[in-house]
C-alpha cells in the first residue's frame, strides 16, 4: 500500500462544476502540499497545510489530521484548470508523493 | 517565494553519453532536492544536496549514475551519465523554502536514443 493515495486518478468536468480531489496518507507528517504539474512537467506549489483550511482565489485545500485526509477543492472550473494536480506529505525535509490526479475541464 | 530557472528544458540524446542538468535559485537555500518522474509515474527523490557536503542518495541511485554538485547556496547540477533509454523521464530540482515550504524547477523532459 502506498504511503500517499490520491483519488480519483482521472477526472474530466465541465466548465464551472465543482471539483474535489481527495488524498489520504498513512504516515506521520509535518505538512501536506498541493502541486500543480502542467503538461510542460514543472510543478507549481499551490498550498502548504498543517491543519484546518487555506483558500485562494477559487481553490481550497483543507486537512484532517486526525483522519490523515485531504482535499483540494476547484469552485467554478475552467478550462486553464486543466493539469495534473499532486498531493505530496512532508516529513522531515523529505516529500513523499502521491499519484497524481488528472483534471481536464471541457468548455 | 524564491524562483528556480532550470535548463535545458528538453533533450534528446544519445545513448552512452551524458547531460548534465543545471538549476539557478534567485536567492540563498539551504537544500535542494532532485527528482526523477519517469512516464505516467509520480515524483521520486533521487538525491538531496546541501551546500558544502556530499549529496545524499536514495536507495536505487548512485553517485557514479547520477553525480550532483552544490558549489554554492544557489546553484546545482545534476548530470545523468552513461544513459540508456531508461533514463528517459522528467527530472525536476526543487528548493526547500522557509516558511513557504517548496519551489520546483520547470523540469527537464530527457529521450533517450
Known amino acids: 500500500k502506498n504511503e500517499v493515495e490520491q483519488s480519483p486518478q482521472n477526472l474530466t468536468a465541465q466548465e464551472g462544476e465543482f471539483i474535489t480531489i481527495n488524498c489520504s496518507y498513512s504516515v506521520g507528517i509535518s505538512a501536506l502540499h498541493w502541486l500543480q504539474q502542467h503538461p510542460g512537467g514543472g510543478i507549481v506549489s499551490l498550498f502548504m497545510?498543517?491543519?484546518g483550511k487555506k483558500k485562494h482565489g477559487r481553490l481550497i485545500a483543507t486537512i484532517n489530521i486526525q483522519e490523515k485526509h485531504s482535499s483540494l477543492h476547484i469552485t467554478a472550473s475552467h478550462p486553464r484548470d486543466s493539469a495534473v494536480y499532486i498531493c505530496?506529505?512532508?516529513?522531515?525535509?523529505?516529500?513523499?508523493f502521491g499519484g497524481g490526479t488528472r483534471v481536464l475541464v471541457k468548455p | 517565494s524564491a524562483v528556480i530557472s532550470q535548463k535545458p528544458s528538453r533533450d534528446i540524446c544519445q545513448r552512452g553519453t551524458s547531460l548534465t542538468i543545471q538549476c539557478q535559485v534567485d536567492?540563498?537555500?539551504?537544500?535542494m532536492f532532485w527528482y526523477r518522474q519517469q512516464p505516467g509515474q509520480s515524483l521520486t527523490l533521487i538525491a538531496t544536496a546541501n551546500q558544502g557536503s556530499e549529496a545524499t542518495y536514495e536507495s536505487g541511485f548512485v553517485i557514479d549514475k547520477f553525480p550532483i554538485s552544490r558549489p554554492n547556496l544557489t546553484f546545482s547540477t545534476l548530470t545523468v551519465s552513461n544513459m540508456s533509454p531508461e533514463d528517459s523521464s522528467i527530472y525536476l530540482c526543487?528548493?526547500?523554502?522557509?516558511?513557504?515550504?517548496?519551489?520546483f524547477g520547470s523540469g527537464t523532459r530527457l529521450t533517450v536514443v
Open positions: 536567492s540563498q537555500v539551504t537544500m
Open positions: 505530496a506529505v512532508q516529513a522531515g525535509n523529505k516529500l513523499t
Open positions: 497545510l498543517s491543519s
Open positions: 526543487s528548493a526547500s523554502v522557509r516558511g513557504y515550504g517548496y519551489t
